[in-house]
């Protein structure tokens, strides 16, 4: 799934606001304004339709943390150093999968399919569960519209989907710390 990393923000926000609203509804004051849109859940399960998985607009990278790295290398039975030179290159100081040089689609999207799906990267596997998406207005416009697993499949709670916007959230500070790291070591070099 490409993804557009904000360096400067994390989304933890929607997040938070998401946690204190369901707690308020479970205590029974009933306010509906505070209460997320996937209150009731989700329907949604990947189609492979390798959708997400293509270049479009400023969602173009698929972005890999170390603990990805080190996950995707192991799937594919590699060291870590030889796949970060194989299969990775550098964006914005950060590590992300080298695009397909035919297309640029992610080089292990084969035939419409995730050819690395057991090791694939967080950002793969938390979408469409992303913290900067899970408000009503962009799920809707964005996500809904345009990602044809949703609706399909089983339904997953809202504490599944606030785990899986938590894990991309921590997964985006990573890449922040790694990115600050890999500037510095720039420098001294
Ligand atoms: S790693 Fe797999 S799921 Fe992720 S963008 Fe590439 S083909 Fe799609």
């Known amino acids: ?98 695009p397909n040089p035919a297309g640029g689609d992610c080089i292990f999207l084969k035939n419409k399919k995730c050819s690395v799906y057991l090791g694939r990267p967080t950002q793969c596997r938390t979408w469409p569960f992303w913290p900067d998406v899970m408000n009503a207005r962009t799920w809707k416009k964005e996500i809904a519209s345009f990602c044809p697993g949703v609706g399909k499949g089983r339904t997953h709670t809202a504490e599944e989907m606030i785990l899986a916007a938590t894990e991309q959230t921590e997964s985006e500070k990573a890449l922040r710390q790694e990115r600050a790291e890999n500037i510095k070591k720039a420098r001294r070099s």
């Open 1 to 98: 799934m490409r993804y557009k990393f904000d360096r400067n923000n994390l989304c933890l926000n929607d997040i938070s606001n998401a946690r204190a609203s369901i707690s308020i509804q479970e205590q029974g004051t009933g306010n509906m304004k505070l209460t997320p849109f996937f209150k009731e859940g989700i329907q949604f399960e990947c189609q492979g339709s390798g959708k997400g998985c293509v270049s479009h607009g400023e969602y173009g990278e698929v972005y890999m943390t170390l603990e990805d790295r080190k996950r995707m290398a192991k799937d594919l039975g590699m060291k870590l150093a030889p796949f970060t030179a194989k299969y990775c290159h550098q964006v914005d100081s950060v590590w992300a999968l080298k």
